[in-house]
T-cell receptor
Framework: AAGVIQSPRHLIKEKRETATLKCYPI?????VYWYQQGPGQDPQFLIS???????DKGSIPDRFSAQQFSDYHSELNMSSLELGDSALYFCASSSFTVNTEAFFGQGTRLTVV | DAKTTQPPSMDCAEGRAANLPCNHS???????VYWYRQIHSQGPQYIIHGLKNNETNEMASLIITEDRKSSTLILPHATLRDTAVYYCIVGSNDYKLSFGAGTTVTVRA
């Protein structure tokens, strides 16, 4: 079965650079969620989208933005990167319409140097 | 979101049942209990969820007390591949899952 696809899997950026992470949800899923997991920490909710509209917002820095496109894929844009942004970034998707549980991708490991 | 309390760690013998407790005394009436696990920096994996009835699927069973203030995840026959951090999460069905500190389960041969 198709799963949530995230790209790239690994990314290395320098401080003050920008990064774009992509998430392709499971087909027919209308909702995506972004999470950040720092070293040794638990996943923290950043932001979510339902039907291309932002549905909820967590502890997402102002330097980060995200959107969901017409094909339901989502991108997380991160600017002015800081060392502390180094983390695993997970995307999850679910279907609000059919009320399925959320499934996670394998994550993007971002390293800021 | 309601807060959950889980033991920080537990060991389990391979082939035996693993019973993972979770307290969620402030859960509200429309909130579900979800269980996810994370194996060494992989994406969290859905295990099971329930509202008030006990649930069972191919991975595990979920026992929820009648007052819904606590629950137990049961892995019927633990294997070495079940070693992971297990998260008990309560929330409404919008799936904005708030991860707390889970239980690190180590299955030993």
């Amino acid at each position: 079965a198709a799963g949530v696809i995230q790209s790239p899997r690994h990314l290395i950026k320098e401080k003050r650079e920008t990064a774009t992470l992509k998430c392709y949800p499971i087909p027919r899923h209308d909702t995506v969620y972004w999470y950040q997991q720092g070293p040794g920490q638990d996943p923290q909710f950043l932001i979510s989208f339902y039907e291309k509209m932002q549905s909820d917002k967590g502890s997402i820095p102002d330097r980060f933005s995200a959107q969901q496109f017409s094909d339901y894929h989502s991108e997380l844009n991160m600017s002015s990167l800081e060392l502390g942004d180094s983390a695993l970034y997970f995307c999850a998707s679910s279907s609000f319409t059919v009320n399925t549980e959320a499934f996670f991708g394998q994550g993007t490991r971002l390293t800021v140097v | 979101d309601a807060k959950t309390t889980q033991p920080p760690s537990m060991d389990c013998a391979e082939g035996r049942a693993a019973n993972l407790p979770c307290n969620h005394s402030t859960i509200s009436g429309n909130e579900y209990v979800y269980w996810y696990r994370q194996i060494h920096s992989q994406g969290p994996q859905y295990i099971i969820h329930g509202l008030k009835n006990n649930e069972t699927n191919e991975m595990a069973s979920l026992i929820i007390t009648e007052d819904r203030k606590s629950s137990t995840l049961i892995l019927p026959h633990a294997t070495l591949r079940d070693t992971a951090v297990y998260y008990c999460i309560v929330g409404s069905n919008d799936y904005k899952l708030s991860f707390g500190a889970g239980t690190t389960v180590t299955v030993r041969a």
